[in-house]
């Protein structure tokens, strides 16, 4: 008899989010993307950081004073998009944890992402996403909170030692 207790694919595919998240080196805030194809094929994943070349050790991480994180810091939808080096992202649906910014969500359109599927949406009433709402809904694309059915899933690296 097979497994009864395995991830679903909408599970499994915000795991791989909330895993690729845990790459960032953001003291705040950690968020990961997976975007997948019609098949149920990873096509690319990010996570929130700097780009290429700028250091994480010289580059600031703070949130308010004279210099910022804000100018520098890539999101991890973005780095997902930039990470499918051209692949066609036509019909994609794209996990993230977070609600995407105004800003990541022009390249999602402009890339062709069908779908966002989200774990939360913590600044639902910024203006920021407040646009990006506006601007997602206005170009057809499907956005949708998931609630997974486990609260969290646990990587065993030993498991079958």
């Known amino acids: 008899m097979k497994r009864r207790d395995y991830i679903s694919w909408e599970e499994y ?6 895993l690729a998240a845990k790459r960032s ?3 705040n805030t ?3 993307a997976c975007i997948v194809d019609s098949n149920n094929i990873i096509l690319s994943t990010g996570y929130n950081g700097f780009p290429y070349g700028c250091s994480d050790d010289v580059y600031p991480w703070a949130r308010e004073g004279a210099e910022t994180k804000y100018n520098y810091v890539v999101h ?3 780095n997902a998009i930039l990470n499918a080096r051209g692949k066609d992202l036509k019909g994609a649906r794209l996990y993230v944890d977070l609600f995407p910014c105004n ?3 022009k390249a999602i359109i402009q890339s062709g992402i069908a779908e966002v599927i989200y774990l939360y949406n913590k600044y639902e ?6 646009a990006s709402t506006r601007m997602l809904t206005s170009a057809g694309v499907k956005l949708r909170q998931l609630t997974p059915r486990k609260d ?3 990587l065993d690296f030993r498991s079958n030692e």
């Open 152 to 154: 969290k899933i646990v």
């Open 76 to 78: 991890a939808e973005l």
């Open 103 to 105: 800003e990541c969500a």
């Open 125 to 130: 009433d910024s203006e920021a996403t407040k």
């Open 25 to 27: 080196k953001d003291p």
């Open 30 to 32: 950690q968020v990961g």
């Open 13 to 18: 595919f915000m795991g791989v989010a909330v």
